[in-house]
C-alpha cells in the first residue's frame, strides 16, 4: 500500500510559478510510474504529466508542455512538478497518482492517489 501526499499548490498571478510536490510513504513507490492529474470545477480530472519510475521518461499533455517539468527523487520518494507560465485555464485541483502493477502506457491505470492540492491561477 502507497499513500501519497501532495502540497505546493496556491494561488499565483498568470505568469507565475508553483512547485508541487508528491510525498510517498509505503512500499513500491519508486518501482512505478507517477502521473499527476488535474480537475478543474465541472470538468473530468484529466492527465497532465507523468514520469517512469527511474526518471529516464517523461509525457506531457499537450497544454503544459514546454511550461510544466516532472521530476523525481527516489531516494526522498518524492515527485515533484515544475509549473511555469502559468495561466488561469491552469486552475484546478491537482492529484499525483502510482500504480501497483506494470501497465503499458503512462496516461491512465492509476491505483492509488493523493488528496490533492489546490491550484488557483489569477488573471
Known amino acids: 500500500q502507497v499513500q501519497l501526499v501532495e502540497s505546493g499548490g496556491g494561488l499565483v498571478q498568470a505568469g507565475g510559478s508553483l512547485r508541487l510536490s508528491c510525498a510517498a510513504s509505503?512500499?513500491?513507490?519508486?518501482?512505478?510510474?507517477v502521473g499527476w492529474f488535474r480537475q478543474a470545477p465541472g470538468k473530468e480530472r484529466g492527465f497532465v504529466a507523468a514520469?517512469?519510475?527511474?526518471?529516464?521518461?517523461?509525457d506531457y499533455a499537450d497544454s503544459v508542455k514546454g511550461r510544466f517539468t516532472i521530476s523525481r527523487d527516489n531516494a526522498k520518494n518524492t515527485v515533484y512538478l515544475q509549473m511555469n507560465s502559468l495561466k488561469p485555464e491552469d486552475t484546478a485541483v491537482y492529484y499525483c497518482?502510482?500504480?501497483?502493477?506494470?501497465?503499458?502506457?503512462?496516461?491512465?491505470?492509476?491505483?492509488?492517489w493523493g488528496q490533492g492540492t489546490q491550484v488557483t491561477v489569477s488573471s
Open positions: 497518482a502510482n500504480r501497483k502493477t506494470i501497465r503499458a502506457g503512462l496516461r491512465a491505470g492509476y491505483d492509488y
Open positions: 509505503g512500499r513500491g513507490f519508486t518501482n512505478y510510474p
Open positions: 514520469i517512469t519510475y527511474s526518471g529516464s521518461g517523461m
